[in-house]
C-alpha cells in the first residue's frame, strides 16, 4: 500500500460525508461520493456561476471531453461509443424509444426487470404497437434453466408471428441482489439476430466490465452506484454500427437528427462556438440536451482519481467489495440462521455466479404463505398481506430507530434482506445488522408489528 492509500474499512470514513451516527449500509440504492470527489463537484458550481456564458458554451464541452474519455478507458471502448446520460431509467428509455417499433415486433424482459423499466415498456406499448413478452421464473434458479427459458420465449414468441426486436436484461439485478448471467445473454442474442439492451444499473465500478469483448448492442450503467461520482450520472455505450438508430436525446432537443428523407438538416445544433466537426453527431446529440445542472457528469476523472490514489485502483475496490459481501451473506445467514440467495444443487467448493458482485440477498426467518399454511424452516408464516405491512414496517424501524437502512422484500416464499458491501464498511458492521433484524423478526413472531 502506498502511502497515500487508506485501508478498506472503518480507516476509509474519514474520506466519506456520512453523518457518524449513520450507518451506511444501502449503497447499492443511490450510491454516495468521497469528500475530494464533493471538492471537485463544488468548484465546476463555482465556475458556472462566475461566468456562466463561458463555462456553459465553451469550458462544459472541454471538461465533458475529458470526463468521456476516461470513461471510455475504465469500459474499454472507443470514446465517440459513450456519452452521458443523468441515469440509467433514463438512458434505457432513451434507447427504447429510439428504436420506434413497428406492427409485429416484440421485447423480451424478465421477471426481475427493474419496476421503472417494465412501466417504461408498458408506457410505450400505449403509444406504440410494441409487444412484450417476459421470462417468467422465481429465485433460487440454475443460469442453464434461466437461459433455457429465455430461448423458450424467444421461439414461442416467434412462433406467434412476433419479431423479437428487443431484449432487456440487468447485469446485477436490484432486487434480489445478484448477478445475473449477461454475458450468455449477450452472446445468445448475437447469436437469435437480437438487440440487447443492458441495464447496468450495478455495473461501472461494481464489477469489471469490457465492451470490446462483451460487445452489447446498448449498455447504461450509472456512475453515482458504484463509481463515486455525484448523483446524477451515468453512461450510455452504444457502438458505432448501432449509432445510427439513436437519433433524439430524451427530451429531444438541440443535438435531433431529423430522419434520412427530412427536409431540416442533420447538423446539429450546438452552443458550443468551437464545436469541432471532429465530432459524430451521436456524441454532439448528447452533449447538450436542456439547460441543466451536468456537472455530475465531470466529476469523473475526479472519482478515478480518488480510486486509484486512495483506493489502490478498481482490481481492489471490487476484489474487497465483491469478498465483504460473500462473508456479510453468510455471517448474516448464520446469526438468523436462514440461507444466502445462489443458485441451487452447487457442488461443494463451487463458487456461485450470482454472488460474484457487491451484494448478497440473505432470507429472514419470515416465510410467506396463505393463511393457514406454514413455510417450512420459517420461524414465523405470515400472509402476502401481512408481508407487505412487514417490510414496511421493518424498513421504518431501521430507518427511524437505528439510522440506517437496507431493503426488506417478499420474494417467493420468504422475506429478504439485500446488503450491499462497500470500502468503508467491514464484517462487524453486518454483524451489527444482523442482531438489528433478529430483534425485529422476533418481534414480527409476536405479532408485535
Not at 431484449?167 to 452472446?187: H, M, Q
Not at 424452516?377 to 405491512?389: H, S
Request: proline share 5%; hydrophobic share 40%.
Amino acid at each position: 500500500m502506498s502511502s497515500d492509500q487508506t485501508a478498506f474499512g472503518k480507516p476509509m470514513l474519514q474520506h466519506w460525508l456520512f453523518d457518524p451516527s449513520y450507518k451506511p449500509l444501502n449503497h447499492g440504492s443511490f450510491g454516495a461520493h468521497p469528500a475530494p470527489v464533493r471538492d471537485a463537484h463544488r468548484s465546476f458550481l463555482d465556475l458556472a456561476e462566475r461566468q456562466p456564458d463561458p463555462y456553459i458554451r465553451v469550458q462544459h464541452y472541454e471538461l465533458l471531453e475529458e470526463a468521456r474519455h476516461e470513461l471510455a478507458k475504465l469500459l474499454n471502448a472507443a470514446k465517440d461509443e459513450c456519452v452521458f446520460v443523468k441515469n440509467a431509467t433514463t438512458g434505457v428509455a432513451t434507447v427504447l424509444y429510439n428504436l420506434n417499433f413497428q406492427p409485429g415486433e416484440a421485447v423480451i424482459m424478465f421477471e426481475t426487470v427493474y419496476g421503472a423499466v417494465e412501466r417504461n415498456l408498458i408506457s410505450l406499448q400505449e403509444h406504440s404497437s410494441l409487444q412484450t413478452r417476459k421470462v417468467v421464473f422465481e429465485y433460487p434458479i440454475s443460469e442453464d434453466e434461466l437461459v433455457r427459458r429465455f430461448r423458450n420465449v424467444i421461439h414461442k414468441t416467434r412462433s406467434e408471428g412476433l419479431k423479437v426486436r428487443a431484449a432487456v436484461f440487468d447485469t446485477i439485478v436490484s432486487n434480489p441482489g445478484v448477478r445475473f448471467p449477461f454475458e450468455r445473454l449477450t452472446a445468445i442474442c448475437r447469436d437469435e439476430g437480437i438487440l440487447s439492451v443492458i441495464d447496468g444499473a450495478h455495473g461501472i465500478g461494481h464489477i469489471p466490465l469490457n465492451m470490446s469483448e462483451l460487445q452489447p448492442d446498448f449498455f447504461v450503467s450509472n456512475c453515482h452506484k458504484w463509481l463515486y461520482t455525484p448523483r446524477s450520472s451515468a453512461v450510455l455505450y452504444v457502438p458505432k454500427r448501432n449509432q445510427h438508430l439513436i437519433r433524439t436525446t430524451m427530451p429531444t432537443s438541440w443535438g435531433f437528427i431529423p430522419a434520412v428523407d427530412s427536409s431540416e438538416s442533420a447538423e446539429s445544433v450546438s452552443l458550443n462556438i468551437d464545436s469541432t466537426p471532429t465530432k459524430t453527431l451521436f456524441e454532439k446529440l448528447f452533449e447538450y440536451v436542456a439547460t441543466s445542472d451536468d456537472s455530475a457528469y465531470l466529476c469523473l476523472p475526479a472519482a478515478i482519481q480518488f480510486r486509484r490514489e486512495i483506493c489502490g485502483g478498481e482490481e481492489a475496490i471490487i476484489s474487497y467489495c465483491i469478498d465483504l459481501a460473500r462473508e456479510a451473506g453468510d455471517t448474516v445467514a448464520a446469526i438468523l440462521k436462514t440461507e444466502v440467495m445462489q443458485e441451487p444443487d452447487l457442488k461443494p467448493g463451487e463458487m456461485s455466479n450470482m454472488r460474484q458482485c457487491a451484494m448478497a440477498t440473505v432470507s429472514l426467518p419470515i416465510g410467506v404463505a396463505d393463511e393457514g399454511t406454514t413455510v417450512s424452516g420459517a420461524a414465523v408464516t405470515i400472509t402476502p398481506d401481512e408481508a407487505a405491512r412487514v417490510s414496511a414496517w421493518v424498513t421504518s424501524t431501521l430507518l427511524t430507530k437505528h439510522n440506517t437502512f437496507v431493503p426488506i422484500f417478499h420474494h417467493g416464499s420468504r422475506l429478504w434482506t439485500r446488503l450491499s458491501a462497500q470500502i468503508y464498511l467491514e464484517i462487524s458492521d453486518f454483524e451489527w445488522l444482523a442482531g438489528v433484524l433478529q430483534d425485529l423478526c422476533d418481534q414480527v413472531a409476536r405479532k408485535e408489528f
